[in-house]
Every structure is written in C-alpha cells, then in structure tokens.
C-alpha cells in the first residue's frame, strides 16, 4: 500500500516535467519549421519576382524590336528590316500568356489591373504597327508616315511602359516586404531559442532533482518496509520470550513448593520465596513490551499488586495523577510494593483491621509517592532490618530513587520519590503541562 502510494506520487511530478520537456521541443520545432518556412517562402518569392520582371522585359523587348523595325521598314522600305517586328510579334504573344500565368495565384487587385492593361496596351501597339506596315505594302507612304505622326503609338508605348514600370515596382516592394517578415522571423527565432534552451536546461534539472528524490522516497519506503517486518518479527519474538518466561516462572514456583513438601520445617521460607518470584512474576506481566517504551502507568502496577489481598475487611485508597512507567523500571518498584503488601497482610494495617492509602503527586521534577498504613499501633521502631528492607533499599537504588520508612504511632508511613531526569530514560513521565 505505501509502495503504490510513492510509486503514484513520484509518477505525477514526473510525467509532468517530461510533458514540459516535450512541448519545449515541440516549439522549438515549431519555431525551426517556422524559420525554414520562411526562408523558403522567401527563396520562392525572389524567383517568381525574377521571373515575372524578366518577362516584364521580354515585353518590353518584343514591343521595342517591332517599333525598330517599323521604323527600319517606313525609311528604307527594305524587307529586310522587318526582322526585328517578325520577332517582337512572335514573341509577345507567350511571353503574356506566362506573365499572366505567373500572377495567376499571387497577384493583387493592382496587379491585375496593370496585367489587363499591359496586355491590351502590347495588343494595341502592335495593332498600330500592323497596320502601318500594310499601308507601306499598300505602297501607301504618305498615309503611313501620317499615322505614324499623329503620335498614337508613341503615347501606347509610353502608356505601356509606365504599366510595366508600375509593375515591377510592386514586384520588387512585394519581394522587400518579404524579406524584411523573413528577418523579422529570424530575428525573433533567436532569443526564444535561447529561452527553449534555459528552459529544457531547468526542466532538466528539475527532472534530475525528482529523480534523485524518487530515488529517495524509494528507499526510505523500501526501509520502511524492512522495519515494519522487523518490527513485526521483534513483537512476535518478544511474546514468545514473556510466553517462555511466565512458563520458567511457573516452574521456579512448582520446583520451590515441591521443596517444601519434603521438608515442612522449610515452608515458611518457601512461602516467602515463592511470594517473591509471584511479585517478579505480576511486574512481569505488567511490564511487557520494550524496556524503553513507556508502557505501564503506576496506578496499574499498585493495584495489580494489592489485587490478591484486597477487600472488604483489607480497604485501600488509591490515588494521583496518570504517570507512565519504562518497563525497565517496573520490576525494582514492583518489588518495592509486594514486600509493602505482604508486610502489610502479615504485621501490618490488613493484619490489624487497618486501612491503606497510597496517594501520589508531582513536586518539581519529581513523583512523591506515600504509602501510608493506619490503624495499626506502633508501640516501638524496629530492631534490626530484615531482608525485604534490605530488598526495597536495593530496589530504590535500581530505580535512582530515595525510600524512606517512618514509623508512626498510627502505622507506618513510607515515602518514594520517584525523578524524572531529562535526556535519560525516564523512572517516569513528565509532568503535564498545566
């Protein structure tokens, strides 16, 4: 389940620098087709321009060839001079049909009108020329020389020529204009080149970046993983242990009372003993779980403790805030309060009809634990100390705290002091904030 989750969460900020990454290719493709576009509308432009201002000569050309040899022929009357017309009028015809083919696709409302112009201009002229020519075979001089004075073909050919003029004028604007979008495509093509390249260049590292932590988040799930197993394989190790420790338990217990069997003399000691491996055996049970994990409150192990013996006839009160115990430290206090508790049943305020009171607060950094016993007259203090003093002595020191035991004519009154020392594992938790 964590597995797809990563796997789906790494995917999506992948997929989107990837998809960033392709559509700055595809512009740039786009700008570079664009570019060559362009160039080559441009090359296209300059032949088609070439090639029409190159038949714009051709009529030009054929109309002056045949105005030459109409002149040639009206002053010599030789034939011969009539090569140059025989030429120009062969030569007009194609040369408007592919002019007008040329700006069949491209031509302008202006150019049309010129091309219409120049075509009946050239038909116009050489019409003037045609009948001139057969006036002088007519043998009519005079009127040839009259229709050649009266300047109409003059002002034809000028006409003409202005229109061809005009013509080649828009051409050439046209191929201008064309070259200036070209270098105006090439110079804009640059800085956004620039611009694609930066940007791949971050979407690069981008990319590197969420690969490098995709790689990351791969392995911490991977360990994610193995800890979980482990973890799962350290829980199931740790019942099987307390499993096979409660089991030993119970046969220390069965090995002591059957000691005792044999020897009746003993069993007051055996009783005491056997007690005492019950006690380690309720902390035990308290405490199971990891020695740093704060897993057992106080107030659990108290009463856990008392259950066995109390009752009706044997009351307690138990009392204080909810303060949580490492399991490292259940054992010792557990101890501490079986030998209370069996002192209590057997010379205590339970032997004698008495009440007990365990209560507890925070001072400082500090649990003030009391346990108190009373109605139970203390006529004197104790001689010597026995062994479960000696034993709650030595359990205090495990725990790094301070015991003290207070003989009072109402009954014993003794006083645990439990730290909480930070940066340490703690004997028990802090104090809440209020």
């Not at 389940?1 to 999506?12: A, D, I, Q």
């Not at 020389?145 to 020529?161: F, K, V």
């Not at 350290?234 to 242990?241: G, H, N, Q, S, T």
Request: proline share 4%; charged share 25%.
């Amino acid at each position: 389940m964590v597995w797809n989750r990563f796997r789906w969460g790494s995917r999506l900020p992948n997929a989107a620098v990837l998809l960033f990454i392709a559509a700055a290719m595809l512009g740039l493709i786009f700008l570079v087709f664009q570019t060559v576009e362009s160039e080559r509308q441009q090359r296209s432009r300059s032949q088609l321009t070439a090639e029409i201002i190159e038949q714009l000569g051709r009529v030009d050309t054929a109309t002056l060839n045949g105005e030459t040899g109409q002149r040639g022929y009206l002053i010599t009357l030789d034939r011969r001079y009539l090569e140059p017309y025989s030429k120009g009028s062969e030569q007009i015809e194609p040369t408007l049909r592919r002019l007008r083919t040329l700006l069949s696709d491209n031509a302008t409302t202006r150019q049309q009108e010129l091309l219409d112009e120049i075509d009946a201009l050239a038909r116009a002229k050489f019409s003037e020329m045609e009948n001139t020519i057969i006036l002088l075979e007519d043998g009519r001089l005079l009127d040839a020389r009259r229709a050649i004075l009266t300047d109409e073909g003059q002002e034809t050919m000028e006409r003409l020529r202005r229109a061809l003029d005009e013509m080649e004028e828009i051409e050439r604007r046209l191929l201008a204009e064309q070259a200036e979008e070209t270098a105006r495509i090439e110079g804009r093509v640059l800085p956004l080149l620039g611009t694609l390249i930066a940007l791949l260049l971050i979407a690069i590292l981008l990319g590197s970046r969420l690969v490098s932590r995709a790689a990351r988040h791969q392995a911490e799930a991977a360990q994610a993983v193995v800890v979980g197993e482990a973890r799962d394989r350290a829980d199931l190790l740790a019942r099987e242990l307390n499993h096979r420790v409660k089991n030993l338990f119970a046969v220390v217990l069965a090995i002591i009372q059957m000691s005792a069997k044999d020897k009746p003399e003993a069993k007051p000691v055996t009783d005491a003993i056997a007690q005492r491996v019950r006690a380690l055996l309720t902390a035990h049970e308290v405490s199971q779980g990891e020695l740093d994990r704060e897993l057992a409150s106080l107030e659990t192990l108290i009463e856990t403790t008392l259950a066995p013996y109390r009752s009706q006839s044997q009351p307690a009160t138990i009392g204080g805030p909810e303060v949580l115990l490492p399991a490292k430290r259940i054992t010792p206090l557990g101890l501490v309060f079986h030998e209370l508790t069996t002192n209590a049943v057997k010379y205590g305020a339970w032997a004698n009809g008495g009440q007990i009171d365990i209560s507890w607060k925070w001072i400082g950094d500090c649990i003030h634990l009391t346990w108190r016993e009373s109605g139970v007259p203390v006529e004197r203090q104790p001689e010597r100390k026995g062994f479960g003093s000696l034993l709650m002595e030595s359990a205090a020191r495990q725990f790094g705290g301070t015991l003290t035991r207070e003989f009072k004519p109402d009954g014993l009154e003794v006083t645990i002091d439990l730290p909480y020392v930070e940066g340490r594992t703690p004997l028990a938790s802090p104090t809440p904030a209020p």
